[in-house]
């Protein structure tokens, strides 16, 4: 059975931190490139950060350069990021992605709430 958990979300003030965590179980998670998407009320779904399996190439939106780091640990199944001067514009629900390397196929998490306020 295929998993996609996130967690990690929470209530943070402005200039906060948080980690997400995705932990992923029931497939091959070294064949799957790894992103995080963001929904806030009203917008679409957004990438936010994508590490590739293979050569480790990661991407990031311009919005969350230098404040934001995904990362992977292939042991775990497990998928990060790492969240750092958090402000209003980044409260969403926070999406962790899976896709396959060789075909189509795709996995979504439940999402879990961030939100940034004072």
């Known amino acids: 059975q295929v998993q996609v958990v996130e967690s990690g979300g929470g209530l943070v003030q402005p200039g906060g931190s948080l980690r997400l965590s995705c932990a992923a179980s029931g497939f091959s998670f070294s064949n799957y490139d790894m992103s995080w998407y963001r929904q806030a009320p009203g917008k679409e779904r957004e990438l936010v950060a994508r590490l590739s399996t293979s050569r480790g190439t990661i991407a990031y939106a311009d919005s969350v350069k230098g404040r934001f780091t995904i990362s992977r640990d292939n042991g775990k199944n497990t998928v990060y990021l790492q969240m750092n001067s958090l402000n209003p514009e980044d409260t969403a629900v926070y999406y962790c992605?899976?896709?396959?390397?060789?075909?189509?196929?795709?996995?979504w998490g439940q999402g879990t709430q961030v939100t940034v306020s004072a």
């Open positions: 992605n899976a896709q396959s390397v060789f075909s189509r196929l795709a996995f």
